[in-house]
Structures are given as C-alpha cells and as structure tokens.
C-alpha cells in the first residue's frame, strides 16, 4: 500500500518561506496527478495547488503568486515552494495523488491516497 509522507512544515513569521515535501513510499507512476490541501482548525479542507498528468497546474487563488508546486518525476517527490506566507495560512498541509487512472487532466483529477499532514503555523 502506497503511503505518502510530507515534510518541511514549520513555524515561521509573517513573510517568510518554507519548503513542503511529499514523497512516495514505493512506487508510483510518475504521471500521477497530485496536490496540495490543507486544513486550518475550524474549517473545511481546501484545496492549495494541483499538478495533472500533463504538467497543469491550479492554484487556488489565496496563494497564486506566492506559492509554487512542482513536481520531480524521477524521485516522485511533490513540492510546494510557500513564500510570503501569512497567517492565514496556518494549517495542516496534506499531499494527495490519484493513484487509480493515469493520464488525468486537472478536472478529472481524484485523489484516493492521502498522506498524515505537515503542520505550518504563521506568526504575525
């Protein structure tokens, strides 16, 4: 059973940077769509950024421009550059991938393995 671990939360202040990660712990294929999600207490989990199986990506608008995903195929490892982070951005990070179909565009993209979550907390 494949199982997803992230990395790299942290607290840090208002503006700063952290770098997530999320590798896999056996194989997956390296077209795999994958995300980023996240969960502050209180509410919903919502999604962050999303990488297809065609290199599109989706950001949700609170972090466009400040965040980054990527993705390094060769190591299945799944990035999330966060810079100028805020203190709304406090939450539980989590990965996930959509380990069921191959070749998925971001629209049909779902996730069926989710990893345990990093926590980053944004001081101000």
């Known amino acids: 059973q494949v199982q997803l671990v992230e990395s790299g939360g942290g607290s840090v202040q208002a503006g700063g940077s952290l770098r997530l990660s999320c590798a896999a712990s056996?194989?997956?294929?390296?077209?795999?769509?994958m995300g980023w999600l996240r969960q502050a207490p209180g509410k919903e989990r919502e999604g962050v950024a999303r990488i297809d199986s065609y290199g599109s990506i989706r950001y949700a608008d609170s972090v466009k421009g400040r965040f980054t995903i990527s993705k390094d195929n060769s190591n299945k490892t799944l990035y999330l550059e966060m810079n100028s982070l805020e203190p709304e951005d406090t939450a539980m990070y989590y990965c996930a991938a959509d380990l069921r179909n191959i070749w998925v565009t971001l629209a049909a993209c779902g996730y069926n393995v989710w990893g345990q979550g990093t926590q980053v907390t944004v001081s101000s």
């Open positions: 056996t194989y997956i294929h390296s077209r795999a769509c």
